[in-house]
Nanobody, 125 residues
């Protein structure tokens, strides 16, 4: 059973930085897509950044140039470095894993069977 546990959320002022971590266990598939999603109150859950087993990364336009997704060599940990945070980045952030490549649909939450519990990010102006 694949399990994911996020950490690293918190409260920062606009312009600040946070680094989110997601520890992944029980996943041995050669092909996969790992994604950071976020959901603000009253809004849909949307993909922020993705990385797959080939190392290809993708980003939502709203975070390009500010956020960086990465994984460790053992692929047991997923990270999201968030710089230049804005109040509109405030949301619950989730990591999720799909055991296949999803290059064109990575930002949609359907089809991701494994999720972490979420970590809150709050950015004040």
């Amino acid at each position: 059973q694949v399990q994911l546990v996020e950490s690293g959320g918190g409260s920062v002022q606009a312009g600040g930085s946070l680094r989110l971590s997601c520890t992944v266990s029980g996943h041995t598939n050669r092909k996969y897509t790992m994604v950071w999603f976020r959901q603000a109150p009253g809004k849909a859950r949307d993909g922020v950044a993705a990385v797959d087993d080939t190392g290809i990364t993708q980003y939502d336009d709203s975070v390009k140039g500010r956020f960086t997704i990465s994984q460790d060599n053992a692929k047991n940990n997923l990270y999201l470095q968030m710089n230049g945070l804005k109040p509109e980045d405030t949301a619950m952030y989730y990591c999720a894993v799909a055991l296949l490549r999803r290059p064109s649909t990575w930002s949609q939450p359907w089809g991701f069977p494994f999720w972490g519990q979420g970590t809150q990010v709050t950015v004040s102006s």
